[in-house]
């Protein structure tokens, strides 16, 4: 089959309509400066709605992350999202381990440049076992309010190229995480605290609004 000329390559290794491992590792750098650059907003969410260490635990497990994607070869997107995926591993919190997963079963992907199907795959595959895991379902007030509807974005995607499928799953993610001011939590510390967090954004929904956001600039 003859490829089409992409009008869209950066010339950054992309091309426009499949995310590449340098794709994933860009976006994926973008969004350990967004977090590293946002710790103390994250930490001061978990402050009010649960114990003041989220902020610390990301981004100290992201910044080890930094230094594994900065070592790898770029050949596909599973590779940079495993890299990631194990520097959670020794990462503290609840947090951790689910991230960790979340990473880890993206990184289970094709070892071949993802299209808009093994996104939606892949991220599928990845959001129901962090859900599994934390027991947690939408309107719970974690990470997975911004996992979930993200993740419908990418399964159900009409779009063509993954950065339009990314983008669309930025804006369900977003909404997913806004959504979460005005919950009672129903897992995690912040369900010790019933009504007093309600009006606090759950700190690992914004942390995946971020993850999705950050692929903008890729
Ligand atoms: P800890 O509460 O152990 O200090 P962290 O501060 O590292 O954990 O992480 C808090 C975040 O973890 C919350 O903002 C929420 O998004 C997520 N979380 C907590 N419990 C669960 C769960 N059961 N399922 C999914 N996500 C969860
Ligand atoms: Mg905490």
């Given at each position: 089959m003859t490829k089409v000329v992409d009008m869209?390559?950066?010339?950054?290794?992309?091309?426009?309509?499949e995310l590449t491992g340098a794709g994933a590792k860009m976006w994926l750098l973008a969004f350990v400066d967004r977090v590293v650059a946002g710790a103390d907003e994250l930490t001061e969410l978990d402050r009010e709605a649960g114990d003041g260490d989220f902020g610390w635990n990301i981004s100290s497990a992201l910044k080890r992350g930094r230094e594994g994607l900065e070592g790898?070869?770029?050949?596909?997107?599973a590779q940079a999202f495993q890299t990631v995926a194990d520097a959670f591993l020794?990462?503290?919190?609840?947090?951790g381990p689910l991230f960790g997963l979340w990473f880890g079963r993206l990184g289970a992907g094709p070892t071949a440049p993802w299209g808009v199907p093994e996104l939606g795959a892949a991220f599928g595959t990845a959001t129901e076992a962090v859900r599994r895991l934390g027991k947690a379902?939408?309107?719970?007030?974690?990470?997975v309010d911004a996992m979930v509807p993200a993740t419908e974005v990418l399964t159900d995607a009409?779009?063509?190229t993954w950065r339009e499928a990314v983008s669309e799953a930025a804006r369900a993610a977003r909404a997913g995480a806004e959504s979460t001011g005005g919950m009672v939590a129903h897992r995690g510390r912040a369900s010790y605290l019933g009504e007093r967090a309600?009006?606090?954004?759950d700190p690992g929904a914004v942390a995946v609004a971020w993850f999705f956001e950050s692929a903008e600039g890729v």
């Open positions: 869209t390559d950066k010339g950054n290794g992309t091309n426009g309509a790898i070869d770029e050949a596909h997107p020794a990462s503290g919190g609840t947090s379902e939408v309107g719970h007030k974690t990470m009409t779009a063509r309600k009006d606090v954004l």
